[in-house]
């Protein structure tokens, strides 16, 4: 049965009581992995020692680490900068780690200059809540970046160097590469190639470096703009068995402006979507993801509002119950 999930840090106790309270056990992890530039290897974030405790801190509060998806610096690895084999070693060193501890899944993304983008955080929507959304055509007179034009081949040749640098540790440590989707789906940005936007990319990424640690941290919000067909998404990679993690959430509108819904309001068939994961056997874990700000929310930042997360576990409690009784 798939297994449902939150995210956030070991000691945002505001927010792990009531999830708690949910019948939620399982935590993906939302700490800092940040270097830091004064303390020893020992120390820093990634370190088994680090790695360790902040386990062993979900797991006082009750709850089963299951899912990494911070990140070490990785923007010298996107744009196949100098330095980016020093980026490397870290990322694999926390592979290293994690396969050590028992933590069986680091999502990772591969947004080079800039990472999830949003054009607005205010949208009314049902009731007076509010959500984010993107509109590409208030990006179109946006600047370059700091590194200019960046193309899809550029972008293809640094994922794959990549993956060949660290499947192979992640295979002898029994770790599972979920690679998240490019938020919003659409290329360019700002000069960026990003290359992680429709099913047939995926696909390759899949076929790139052939691996069974190497598969998708499956956005739903993402690939329901990807694809009309999202339960059949789901199964086309469930049959690879390549989908290690789920971001549970729903949009309306196109890659190219879209807007956040409620989970009962969006343009997918959310319950298809369970049946989906039942049918393939998916027993990994799913977030709810970009919840709106509903009135009251007195904890967390668009999208990752208190009530509103409540809201989605509920919800999703619900069809999972209604699915795996039939």
């Known amino acids: 049965m798939i297994k449902i999930a939150e995210v956030f840090r070991p000691d945002e106790r505001e927010l ?10 399982y935590v993906v992890g939302g700490f800092g992995l940040q ?9 820093q974030p990634w370190s088994y020692m680090s790695l360790l405790r902040t386990k062993t801190a979900y797991e006082n509060a009750g709850f089963e680490l299951a899912v990494i998806e911070n990140r070490p610096p990785m923007e ?58 993107y509109d590409h055509e208030l990006m179109k007179n946006a600047p370059l970046t700091a590194y200019g034009e960046v193309s899809e081949e550029q972008m ?18 029994n770790v599972k590469l979920a690679a998240h989707p490019d938020d919003p789906p659409i290329s360019p940005i700002r000069g960026i190639a990003r290359v992680l936007v429709s099913i047939e990319n995926y696909q390759k990424l ?11 941290g499956l956005c739903q919000g993402n690939f329901t703009l990807m694809t009309d067909d999202l339960p059949g998404a ?14 549970f959430r729903d949009v309306r509108g196109t890659p190219a402006k ?25 027993e990994g874990v799913c977030r709810p993801d970009h919840v709106p ?23 999703i409690k619900g069809l999972r119950e209604a699915v795996y009784r039939e």
């Not at 792990?16 to 056990?25: A, D, F, H, N, R």
């Not at 899949?206 to 998708?216: A, H, M, W, Y």
Request: aromatic share 12%.
């Open 35 to 43: 270097p830091r530039p004064d303390a020893g290897p020992e120390r």
């Open 234 to 247: 789901i199964r086309h990679f469930g049959a690879q068995r390549k989908i290690f993690f789920v971001h």
């Open 293 to 315: 700000t509903m009135a009251g929310a007195d904890y967390g930042h668009p999208g990752y509002t208190r009530i509103g997360r409540l809201f989605a576990i509920g919800y």
């Open 156 to 173: 293809w040749d640094n994922l794959k160097y990549f993956l060949e640098q660290v499947v192979p540790v992640a295979e002898e440590f």
């Open 76 to 133: 010298k690895i996107k744009l196949g900068l100098p330095g980016r084999d020093e980026e490397l070693e870290a990322i694999k060193e926390m592979i290293r780690n994690m396969g050590r501890l028992g933590i069986p899944v680091w999502c990772y993304a591969f947004m080079a200059g800039h990472t999830v983008l949003r054009t607005s955080s205010t949208i009314p929507t049902r009731g007076g809540a509010q959500v984010t959304g």
């Open 206 to 216: 899949l076929e790139l470096v052939p691996s069974p640690v190497n598969g998708i």
């Open 16 to 25: 792990w009581l009531p999830i708690k309270q949910c019948g939620v056990k």
């Open 258 to 282: 879209f807007v956040e819904t409620f989970h009962d309001d969006g343009k997918t068939d959310l319950l298809a979507c369970l049946r989906a994961y039942r049918d393939i056997g998916f």
